[in-house]
């Protein structure tokens, strides 16, 4: 089977008492390892549905899911997810929020601890380890908690629209930042955001989906040179006319030029 992920026939009614509602219709994505893709979509559409399926927090209602070949049925131990807030413990110091999930996970080995410390000080946290989250900024914050991400270093990040809180000017930074730990680190993540720019600046593909029941529109392969950072990306001279195709079927619905 191929990618480290495999979406197939993958469809999400939601039921109530009085109605039925399908979310998500005949999805079908295949993500190959290292890759970063971004999905982008009306907004109700359903995207951040799709984190929860790959995740395994819900089921679907038709189709599978698989990790690495094997079949999601539950949370799975190779994906990471990272929210929209940071949801830093205020009480822990930096370090301590960030191996939270190897104490949850009751990890107790001093190499995983280790390599969370390395990532730390190799993302410019050394000199806040013994911190609290109120001392440090904003963009820090979403570091560490990116960090806390990786601490049981899973094949695959799932990013909840993880930038929504900061305002513009630390967003674009903190764009740059998560994007070079995670092509640095080697991960294949997965970004929902509302931001076209965002997600034509971060990504290798977009995915723009439909209105709700949501299906692939279309999907949009970049050849960006990967050392290169997001916010200098913008400056590339197609940018402007790649952004104008996103915005034109995020809002006519139909494949653009």
């Known amino acids: 089977m191929d990618g480290i992920l495999n979406i197939k026939n993958v469809s999400l009614t939601y039921q109530s008492d009085t109605q039925e509602t399908q979310a998500i219709k005949n999805l079908n994505l295949t993500v190959n390892k290292g890759e970063f893709i971004s999905i982008i979509g009306p907004s109700g559409c359903g995207k951040t549905s799709i984190l929860s399926l790959i995740s395994g927090l819900i089921k679907p209602t038709n189709g599978e899911i698989f990790i690495n070949g094997e079949k999601v049925i539950k949370p799975h ?37 280790a390599f969370v410390k390395n990532l ?7 000199d806040f380890i013994n911190s609290y989250p109120s001392e440090i900024s904003g963009g820090m914050r979403q570091r560490v908690a990116l960090i806390r991400t990786l601490a049981s270093n899973p094949d695959l990040l799932l990013l909840d629209e993880p930038f929504s809180a900061l305002d513009y000017q630390t967003r674009l930074s903190v764009c740059d930042d ?13 970004l ?19 209105k709700r029941p949501a299906t692939i529109l279309n999907e949009h392969i970049y050849n960006y040179d990967k050392k ?23 809002n006519d619905g139909k494949k653009g030029y």
């Open 77 to 113: 131990k190779s994906i990471g997810y990272m929210l929209q807030r940071d949801e830093l413990f205020p009480w822990r110091t930096i370090e301590k929020n960030a191996i939270l999930p190897l104490e949850i996970k009751k990890v107790k080995e001093n190499k995983y601890k």
């Open 120 to 126: 730390l000080e190799k993302y410019g946290l050394k």
């Open 178 to 190: 998560v994007y070079k730990i995670i092509t640095e680190e080697r991960k294949t993540a997965i």
């Open 192 to 210: 929902v955001t509302h931001d076209i720019s965002e997600a034509l600046s971060m990504s290798d593909r977009v995915i723009v989906l439909t």
């Open 228 to 250: 290169i950072l997001p916010l200098k990306r913008r400056e590339d001279k197609n940018f402007g006319k790649e952004f104008e195709i996103l915005w034109s079927e995020l």
